[in-house]
């Protein structure tokens, strides 16, 4: 399960593609990549869009098809695009150890293209994470019919498939909360994420996450959960494991059912044993016996958190549909308890900008 570190040279190339508008939006946001391993691209039928991208290669598909206009919110269309420009996709697959792919869905370009790009992945045997924002309601139901059938032609590959709803941020940051800060607050969340996957899988740490385990772990098919928790004090390990289990913005999944999970630390300093092995036992407690558990952990002497932990639950059993928790009420007790605890807990658990609570009404 670990691999202790020492050797160098073996660290994957992760390709992170960003699909369509808040794709590439996603992209934008990450730090200017000194990572060798690390390749960005921007992917989207929409040319003027792509002159904006300020970091990555730009990868205008279906340009026959669209003649560089965009999919005019159809999933077919751009389902379409990148069928035909699948031999350019193909290259830039084949040429990742892992693929990161991230997207908004339900519009056109990501929604039919994001599948596609999976299937890729699949066939030529690479891991690959989806990391997909899903419409506010507000966005008329098209939109969501649309995410949903992207969330469908996902499950038909293998890829790991974590969900951001976007109406959970009306949850966690009020309904009042802006339209464009919910927006900017869904994007930190979606960099955040990005950034601590990939930070993950090319930094070396002392317990250095294998990449055939990975493999098996991301290769689970079912939903994933992924959240990043963090402290100051090593002592609070616990609750930054709970932060990190518990994010509302990720759709909820039952993570008794998980069959593999992938844990990161990153400390400033490092941590005694004892709370290592507290920290891996209660993860153990919180999953099915059979699961996997990839841990690793790294020294990031430069990171703003004393500790940071980054988990990632993948072959959890599917929810019937994926609705956002906001507009869903609770059918079962436990249900109803794991809602109330969210709801109590989700200040402490998102770092809101204290711009953004006060807008909503929920600062001290
Ligand atoms: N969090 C977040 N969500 C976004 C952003 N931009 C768009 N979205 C969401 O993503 C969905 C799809 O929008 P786009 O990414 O613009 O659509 P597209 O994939 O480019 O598709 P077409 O423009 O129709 O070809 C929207 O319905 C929004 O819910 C963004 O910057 N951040
Ligand atoms: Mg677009």
């Given at each position: 399960m670990f691999e202790i570190m020492g050797q160098e040279g073996n660290t994957p190339t992760v390709s992170v593609i960003g699909v369509g508008g808040c794709g590439c939006n996603a992209l934008a946001l990450l730090e200017?990549?000194?990572?060798?391993?690390?390749?960005?691209?921007?992917?989207?039928?929409?040319?003027?869009?792509?002159?904006?991208?300020?970091?990555?290669?730009?990868?205008?598909?279906?340009?026959?098809?669209?003649?560089?206009?965009?999919?005019?919110?159809?999933?077919?269309?751009?389902?379409?695009?990148?069928?035909?420009?699948?031999?350019?996709?193909?290259?830039?697959?084949?040429?990742?150890?892992?693929?990161?792919?991230?997207?908004?869905?339900?519009?056109?370009?990501?929604?039919?293209?994001?599948?596609?790009?999976?299937?890729?992945?699949?066939?030529?045997?690479?891991?690959?994470?989806?990391?997909?924002?899903?419409?506010?309601?507000?966005?008329?139901?098209?939109?969501?019919?649309?995410?949903?059938?992207?969330?469908?032609?996902?499950?038909?590959?293998?890829?790991?498939?974590?969900t951001f709803p976007n109406d959970n941020l009306i949850q966690a940051l009020g309904a009042t909360v802006g339209i464009f800060d919910a927006f900017t607050h869904s994007n930190d969340m979606l960099k955040r994420i990005i950034t601590s996957l990939v930070q993950m899988l090319t930094d070396i740490g002392y317990l250095n996450i294998d990449l055939n385990d990975f493999s098996k772990v991301m290769r689970s098919p079912g939903e994933a959960v992924l959240g990043i928790g963090h402290c100051e004090e090593e002592e609070h390990i616990d609750t930054a494991l709970e932060q990190a289990l518990f994010n509302p913005l990720v759709n909820n999944v039952d993570l008794n059912t998980a069959t593999g999970v992938i844990i990161q630390v990153n400390c400033r300093e490092q941590i005694t044993l004892g709370n290592w092995e507290r920290l891996t036992g209660n993860i153990r407690d919180k999953v099915s016996p059979l699961a996997i558990i990839v841990c690793g952990i790294a020294s990031v002497p430069d990171q703003q958190y004393g500790v940071e932990i980054l988990v990632m639950a993948t072959g959890a059993q599917r929810s019937h549909k994926h609705e956002s928790r906001a507009n869903t009420a609770p059918a079962t007790q436990s249900e109803v308890e794991h809602v109330e605890s969210q709801e109590l807990s989700s200040d402490n658990i998102l770092d809101i900008p204290t711009f953004l609570c006060e807008q909503s009404g929920k600062a001290d």
């Open positions: 200017p990549g000194q990572n060798a391993t690390i390749q960005l691209y921007n992917v989207n039928t929409d040319a003027a869009a792509l002159a904006h991208c300020n970091q990555g290669e730009s990868v205008l598909i279906g340009k026959e098809l669209t003649n560089g206009y965009g999919a005019g919110a159809d999933p077919d269309v751009g389902k379409q695009a990148a069928e035909e420009s699948k031999s350019t996709l193909r290259a830039i697959i084949e040429s990742a150890d892992v693929v990161l792919l991230t997207t908004g869905l339900g519009g056109g370009t990501g929604t039919g293209s994001t599948p596609v790009l999976a299937k890729l992945a699949d066939e030529l045997g690479k891991p690959c994470i989806v990391v997909a924002t899903l419409p506010f309601a507000s966005e008329g139901q098209m939109r969501t019919n649309y995410a949903q059938q992207g969330i469908e032609r996902m499950y038909e590959t293998e890829c790991s498939l974590v």
